[in-house]
């Protein structure tokens, strides 16, 4: 069974330009989220998407923004790329109600 | 305050060491608890979750939830060099979707 993949691996953006960044949930998981983890502050919750809908946010501008697809992949969109926003994005998976995700490797994300 | 509290270490011990990593957490609405480990450039992966108060043990990894004192701990026995990693706590409400992650403990086993 595929786990989560996540594309790119790496991607190095320009302040002040937009990234995006994929995800493929486990086959059947209709649940995705997506974390930042920035050096030093832990994971830190960004957005949870299931069946289509966005159905939490965490405390972030929004200009972080993303979106489910029919098949259950997800993109999260970053507008107006800042400094800060380099860190290692996951994307994890379930099956909703699930008591744990399944992460996929992360996409680093430089802003230079 | 965070909702996840966990020391950052880095915390490093000699092979066949037992090693305690811990936890608090002030939201008294978690129920499920979590252990993750993370290896260098890999995304986390499961290693434990256990419901409520209590022990759960698999093979050298025991993870204890105290709720009375909002405390969560992972015990390794016999630790590796491969246990070398970063270990982080998580908590999750009753019906609720949202693992809330403490900061992650760096670990190393030295041979």
């Known amino acids: 069974e595929a786990g989560v993949t996540q594309s790119p691996t790496h991607l190095i953006k320009t302040r002040g330009q937009q990234a995006t960044l994929r995800c493929s949930p486990i086959s059947g998981h209709t649940s995705v989220y997506w974390y930042q983890q920035a050096l030093g502050l832990g994971l830190q919750f960004l957005l949870w998407?299931?069946?289509?809908?966005?159905?939490n946010r965490g405390n972030f501008p929004p200009r972080f923004s993303g979106r489910q697809f029919p098949n259950y992949s997800s993109e999260l969109n970053v507008n107006a790329l800042e400094l800060e926003d380099s860190a290692l994005y996951l994307c994890?998976?379930?099956?909703?109600?699930?008591?744990?995700?399944?992460f996929g490797s992360g996409t680093r994300l430089t802003v230079v | 305050q965070k909702e996840v509290e966990q020391d950052p270490g880095p915390l490093s011990v000699p092979e066949g060491a037992i090693v305690s990593l811990n936890c608090t957490y002030s939201n008294s609405a978690f129920q499920y608890f979590m252990w993750y480990r993370q290896y260098s450039r890999k995304g986390p992966e499961l290693l434990m979750y256990?419901?409520?108060?209590g022990n759960k043990e698999d093979g050298r990894f025991t993870a204890q939830v105290d709720k009375s004192s909002k405390y969560i701990s992972l015990f390794i026995r016999d630790s590796q060099p491969s246990d070398s990693a970063t270990y982080l706590c998580a908590g999750k409400g009753q019906g609720a979707q949202k693992l809330v992650f403490g900061q992650g403990t760096r670990l190393t086993i030295n041979p």
């Open positions: 256990t419901y409520s108060s």
């Open positions: 998407y299931d069946e289509g809908e966005e159905r």
């Open positions: 994890a998976s379930s099956l909703f109600g699930d008591y744990g995700y399944t």
